[in-house]
């Protein structure tokens, strides 16, 4: 059973900073890319920023600048780090991956999958 687990929002004002947190947990055989979207109310759930295996970043343009991705593969776990928040970043964040994950009864790896934690809200008051 593969698990993600997000923290870290919660409600912060304009300008202020938050760091989520993303921990993948289970039976795993490797991870590819872990991603952060995020969904607003009334609008589609969007990309905000993904890293690769090999540590390779990408970020939605609403954030480049102001938002930092970073994984620590020893303990499963990709942070974001965002700062000078706005008002329209407001929304609940998800984290995404995708990996393969492990069958020990079988002693085989699954095939590449998504996989979604449930979201952690993040609010920023004007």
């Known amino acids: 059973q593969v698990q993600l687990v997000e923290s870290g929002g919660g409600l912060v004002q304009a300008g202020g900073s938050l760091r989520l947190s993303c921990s993948v947990s289970?039976?795993?055989?490797?991870?590819?890319?872990i991603r952060w979207f995020r969904q607003a109310p009334g609008k589609q759930r969007e990309l905000v920023a993904g890293?690769?295996?090999?540590?390779?970043?990408n970020y939605a343009d609403s954030v480049k600048g102001r938002s930092t991705i970073s994984r620590d593969n020893a303990k499963n776990t990709v942070y974001l780090q965002m700062n000078s928040l706005k008002p329209e970043d407001t929304a609940i964040y998800y984290c995404?991956?995708?990996?393969?994950?492990?069958?020990?009864?079988?002693?085989?790896?699954?095939?590449?999958?998504?996989?979604w934690g449930q979201g952690t809200q993040v609010t920023v008051s004007s």
């Open positions: 995404n991956a995708d990996l393969r994950p492990w069958d020990p009864k079988h002693w085989v790896a699954g095939d590449k999958s998504d996989y």
């Open positions: 890293i690769s295996s090999g540590g390779k970043t």
């Open positions: 289970g039976s795993i055989f490797s991870i590819n890319a």
